[in-house]
């Protein structure tokens, strides 16, 4: 088992930046692939990074160049920092923990982004 807890979310005015950071707990040893999606009202969950053990980072085009995701060497950290940052990126953002063989979910945080 894996726990996530994500923290860092809240209201950012637009073309600010913020950063959320997720804590493994449990397992971490399994852990192979860590990463954030958001959630959008009335839209479907979609990545925003994902970051391998072995190497290996993903951005969605949405936010490439302007998001960077990093881990703690110890695995049980991963924060993502996201600069000039748009009412689209109004969302509930997530942290996702992969192992070979299950996907563990934090609760979210929620980030505003005021129009």
């Known amino acids: 088992q894996v726990q996530l807890v994500e923290s860092g979310g809240g209201l950012v005015q637009p073309g600010g930046s913020l950063r959320l950071s997720c804590t493994a707990s449990?397992?971490?040893?399994?852990?192979?692939?860590m990463g954030w999606f958001r959630q959008a009202p009335g839209k479907q969950r979609e990545l925003v990074a994902t970051i391998r053990r072995y190497g290996g980072i993903v951005y969605a085009d949405s936010v490439k160049g302007r998001t960077t995701i990093s881990r703690s060497a110890a695995w049980d950290t991963v924060w993502v920092q996201m600069h000039y940052l748009r009412p689209e990126d109004t969302a509930v953002y997530y942290c996702?923990?992969?192992?070979?063989?299950?996907?563990?979910w934090g609760q979210g945080t929620q980030v505003t982004v005021p129009s």
């Open positions: 449990g397992n971490i040893a399994a852990i192979n692939i």
């Open positions: 996702n923990a992969g192992t070979p063989t299950v996907e563990y």
